[in-house]
């Protein structure tokens, strides 16, 4: 058997925190999504005036990157340089979506989404960054 770490709601609530306090310094309304090492939602936080859609769209981004192991940047690079197929795939190809890496174990995902792509991203990293984690293997 293995052990292995697990985010847990207090370690969520530090993330969505942190980046709640990046989109509001940038004034930027985003919706906020946090997923498990299953790629399952555990947070979900929607800035006021924050794109209705959004809802829908940050926890697939989280989800992306659990199932794919990797940014959804890195997903929507593959599908931009002329890798068509991954339109397919069952994940959200759209930057905004990082890993929770942990002493190199994937713990989790942060999704945002309501501005621009690289912006989400920002807003993502702010929070992961608040629990001493990485976005990278």
Known sequence: ???????TL??????????EAEA????WNVVIA??????HLMWLQRLDDAPLMSVTVAPEKARAC???RRS?????????GGRTAGLHLPVQCIEGGEMIVVDGELVGAV????????????VARA???AIGARCEF
């Open 66 to 68: 659990v199932h794919a």
């Open 72 to 80: 959804s940047k890195l997903l929507e690079d593959m599908v931009n």
């Open 1 to 7: 058997m293995k052990t292995r770490k697990i985010l």
């Open 24 to 27: 509001v310094r940038n004034g």
């Open 34 to 39: 946090i997923a498990d090492h299953g790629g």
């Open 111 to 122: 999704g945002v989404s309501g501005v621009k792509p690289f912006e989400d991203a920002q």
């Open 127 to 129: 929070g992961i960054e």
């Open 10 to 19: 207090d370690d969520a609530r530090t993330i969505a925190a942190a980046a």
